[in-house]
């Protein structure tokens, strides 16, 4: 990032944080971080029945499914951030590989913009140092 974006980037965010207090000042003090753990990743028959072939027979099956979910959220940008990493750990649970993540994260470049696919690969490769440590 240089410099001009920086102060832009921190030009908005003290804005955002005005508009929050402004609205409901209690979200202010709203710990955001670490909100996605209360979430759990469902387990694969789980996902196979809400996101694949038990409400959707000759639909999407539940990889393909979380893999345009994946998309979508990273087009979102930042503030779908605890989503993305739900939508991730679900995704590697259906089935899909880490490069695969990656290359539909890689590929919404070109509809999201270059920040907001470093940002999901960002909280990809986060999501993926974790469930790497739970395996080890």
């Keep these: 990032m240089n410099e001009e974006f920086t102060k832009l980037f921190n030009t908005m965010m003290e804005q955002s944080q005005e508009m929050v207090r402004a609205f409901n000042p209690a979200l202010e003090s709203l710990p955001v971080k670490g909100l996605d753990a209360f979430f759990p990743t469902m387990t694969k028959d789980m996902m ?9 027979r000759e639909g999407l099956d539940a990889k393909t499914r979380l893999l345009v979910t994946i998309a979508a959220l990273t087009v979102l ?10 939508s991730v750990r679900h995704a590697l649970a259906s089935g899909a590989t880490q490069r695969e993540i990656a290359e539909v994260i890689w590929q919404m ?9 470093q940002k999901a690969l960002e909280v990809a490769q986060a999501v993926f140092a974790e469930t790497e440590e739970k395996d080890a």
Excluded: Y
């Excluded at 196979?48 to 959707?56: A, D, L, R, V």
């Excluded at 930042?78 to 739900?86: M, N, S, V, W």
């Excluded at 509809?111 to 696919?117: E, N, Q, S, Y």
């Design 48 to 56: 196979e029945m809400w996101f694949g072939k038990t409400f959707n």
């Design 77 to 86: 940008g930042a503030h779908a951030e605890p989503q993305l990493k739900l």
């Design 109 to 117: 470049s070109m509809f999201g913009g270059v920040p907001a696919m």
